[in-house]
């Protein structure tokens, strides 16, 4: 059974045990003159009964999904004959990959040697048996721990302060997770980096003007050492976002403007829906939008008044990013300004004020700091875009400010780099981490400098 079968399975077990505890704690209370004599409600005991039920067995799965496959990868491994076992991680990895794309039927077992097709056989067994074994231990312990759960039902129990207890340690386990998982991220992309480090000289990577990460396999061949300067992407992700942020901040936040100070309700029911429709089309047509309408247009409007201009520029695709974007800027500054206590404007028009008036002097400012909110998340927004950039800009990593030309961004790089099996030894792979961090970075730089502008706004109006 497949894990997220398996899952809805112990949900589903975890359902049936709640009503069966309730459904004890009714009939151990009928004969004590009803529920009031429990020590809590027949709901408590149903809950406690689906907690230990539900929390054993998804422990179990989730344990047994996180190492079955590292487990089956050492036993096949350890099956390959001796000539064939990989030397490095790198190696392993894309001879695992080989495997398993034998293993799916990607690869035809006659074009791989013979112990890649007996392993493939062996993977294809030990996958099935491995998911037969964690059905099985998984339903088992739902249903044991479901049936002793409700078996220790007794009407002095209390159930309450049970499940409070138990839901207070979910609760503490789910939040130690997102902690513990952005810590795991943040170190494996460092581990990574310092290893791409390793192989490319710090200077090269922060100061180079040339990115061209693509390594010859033999030393004598062209560009055989690669070029690794990452100073051509992160000016190409600066050159659209910017471009982004001058379509979309003044468009979303002048219509968040009118729509919550100027549109009537019947014209604001309409528009708002409309608008925030933009955010719910994928980035592909987007995509295709920008690749397919206005790159050609900016590129014949160029040529109209004799600019030469590229089919594929980051204008286009930052035009295009903008209007994706102006959904968030208009939704999230509506909010913020609908937010302003009425008091503040009725205080502001009593003393004279027009409606602009106010709106410029007391209104904005009071929303300053949720719009720069906004204005940072659109921007997070428009760095981590990738696809509009693909499909519009193009791939060439070019050192220009000109929105006419091709350009790339450090996504686009980022995904270029880890497409198809990749050997995790190559400084090529391991570059695709050190523009993650890098961007990690910059992106935490720009969170913490847009927090201080929003503390200093937001003690100067409160």
Request: include cysteine; charge should be positive; aromatic fraction near 8%.
């Amino acid at each position: 059974m497949q894990p997220a079968n398996l899952l809805l399975l112990t949900l589903a077990l975890a359902i049936v045990a709640y009503w069966l505890g309730y459904a004890r704690s009714r009939s151990l209370a009928m004969p004590l003159g009803g529920i009031r004599h429990l020590k809590s409600l027949p709901f408590y005991y149903g809950a406690r009964a689906a907690l230990w039920s539900g929390i054993p067995a998804l422990l179990v799965l989730g344990l047994w999904a996180a190492f079955q496959g590292k487990v089956i990868q050492l036993i096949i491994i350890g099956g390959l004959p001796d000539n064939m076992i990989p030397a490095t991680d790198g190696e392993a990895s894309l001879l695992l990959s080989k495997i398993s794309n034998v293993a799916s039927g990607a690869l035809p077992p006659g074009f791989v040697e013979a112990p890649i097709a007996e392993a493939a056989e062996r993977l294809k067994a030990l996958r099935t048996k491995s998911r037969f074994l964690m059905s099985a231990l998984v339903v088992s312990v739902a249903v044991l721990a479901g049936f002793l759960g409700w078996l220790r039902i007794r009407p002095r129990l209390n159930a309450r302060v049970q499940v409070e207890s138990i839901l207070k340690w979910v609760f503490f386990a789910c939040a130690a997770l997102a902690i513990l998982t952005t810590v795991g991220i943040i170190f494996s992309v460092a581990f990574e980096t310092i290893r791409f480090f390793g192989k490319v000289p710090f200077t090269e990577f922060f100061f180079g003007t040339h990115w061209s990460p693509q390594t010859a396999l033999r030393a004598d061949q062209v560009a055989s050492q690669g070029a690794f300067g990452m100073i051509p992407l992160f000016t190409g992700t600066l050159l659209i976002s910017a471009i982004a942020m001058i379509v979309a901040v003044p468009v979303g936040l002048l219509s968040a403007i009118y729509l919550s100070e100027y549109a009537g309700k019947k014209v604001r029911g309409v528009v708002k829906p409309l608008l925030e429709m933009l955010a719910g089309i994928p980035t592909v047509v987007y995509g295709f939008f920008a690749a397919l309408t206005v790159a050609p247009f900016i590129s014949d409007l160029a040529a109209s008044i004799g600019i030469e201009a590229s089919s594929q520029s980051a204008l286009a695709a930052g035009a295009v990013m903008g209007i994706m974007i102006i959904p968030f800027v208009s939704s999230l500054s509506d909010d913020v300004i609908n937010a302003v206590p009425q008091a503040m404007r009725d205080g502001s028009l009593a003393l004279g004020a027009t409606q602009s008036e106010t709106m410029k002097k007391v209104i904005f400012p009071a929303a300053l700091p949720g719009i720069m909110g906004g204005i940072l998340l659109a921007v997070s927004r428009a760095i981590g875009e990738t696809m509009i950039v693909v499909m519009a800009a193009g791939l060439a990593a070019n050192l220009t400010a000109n929105p006419l030309e091709t350009v790339t961004t450090v996504t686009v790089q980022i995904v270029t780099l880890l497409t198809g099996d990749q050997e995790f030894d190559s400084a090529k792979t391991l570059a695709a981490f050190a523009l993650g961090a890098m961007l990690f970075i910059a992106t935490l730089l720009l969170n913490v400098i847009a927090l201080k502008i929003v503390r200093k706004y937001r003690e100067q109006y409160e």
